[in-house]
């Protein structure tokens, strides 16, 4: 199911991922070469083995303190800026996706009305096939819209950026694994566009199944769809009963609270939630099953 013909593409940088803090290894081998080198620089300016090992034990307790203190609050702190700094980024990013969603719906409605919008149209004695249905009609042939739902969007996520691989040279390395799956949670998000209008090729014949009242009044909206944009090869049948439109093109099925699912498209099985526009015109013939 498509929108047809979306606006021209466009790109949404998603922020770059941070590093996780990574777990370090304690710095055995500078303590020892610490130590070391304080036993021998005691031992010959002190002559006493005592007071060497004192002084080897006091050096690696302040390298040993000065890496925890280190682990602690440095490391730490600069996740805790970053991930931040991304939470931030993350949030405007979101925003600037729900205003691109919003005017690309608003124009995709524009040039793709629904049954509501041409009956709105028709009984403003307006010329519904100016304008937006022209343009609807200008490509490989009129489309009828059945409805809203979830539609490819015009909006393309540039790939999730992380920091190089490996180590940092501050001891840190891989990615924030919460942060990486926020990104892509939001990258999928933006390549779908809620609410937008479901298209087919207004031609064969369209199936409407459910309670009589509304399978009909959605019957009715396609049929004045079709009119209006001069759609001449296309039929449209309702009835309460699937076998009598089993052959159809295109299926639409009603519950009894009017949601609704696209249950067949060019011949094809699906199921694509749908919603539907109901209408009642009066002047529009429709057809029921013998």
């Known amino acids: 199911m498509s929108s047809t013909e979306p606006p021209p593409r466009l790109t949404i940088q998603l922020p770059v991922v941070p590093r996780a803090p990574a777990t370090r290894s304690p710095p055995v081998a500078s303590a020892a070469a ?21 002084a080897a034990l006091g050096v690696v307790c302040a390298i040993l303190a000065l890496w925890g203190i280190d682990g602690l609050v440095g490391s730490p702190s600069r996740a805790r800026r970053e991930r931040r700094r991304f939470d931030d980024d993350m949030r405007a990013t979101a925003t600037t996706l729900h205003d691109l969603h919003r005017r690309e719906r608003a124009e995709l409605r524009s040039r793709f009305p629904g049954s509501a919008a041409v009956a709105r149209a028709a009984r403003a004695r307006t010329d519904a096939t100016s304008g937006a249905l022209t343009t609807r009609a200008s490509s490989a042939g009129p489309q009828l819209v059945l409805g809203r739902g979830e539609v490819a969007s015009a909006v393309v996520p540039l790939p999730i950026r992380a920091p190089e691989a490996g180590e940092g ?8 694994v919460e942060a990486e799956a926020a990104c892509a949670r939001l990258s999928a998000a933006a390549s779908v566009l809620d609410d937008g209008p479901l298209c087919v ?7 409407v199944v459910g309670p009589v009242p509304l399978a009909r009044a959605a019957a009715s909206g396609y049929l004045l769809q079709a009119r209006r944009s001069r759609a001449d090869r296309l ?6 009963d699937l076998d ?5 093109d295109v299926i639409i099925e009603i519950a009894l609270d009017a949601s609704a699912e696209v249950t067949r498209r060019a011949g094809r099985p699906c199921r694509v939630p749908v919603d539907l526009d109901y209408v009642s015109v009066l002047d529009v013939a429709d057809r029921r099953p013998a």
């Open 201 to 207: 090729e207004a031609r064969g014949l369209v199936g």
């Open 244 to 248: 009598a439109v089993s052959g159809a």
């Open 235 to 240: 039929e449209v049948m309702y009835a309460a």
């Open 169 to 176: 040279r501050d001891g840190r390395g891989g990615v924030d």
């Open 34 to 54: 610490a130590a070391l080198a304080s036993v021998v620089g005691t031992a010959l300016w002190s002559g006493s083995g005592a007071q060497a090992l004192t």
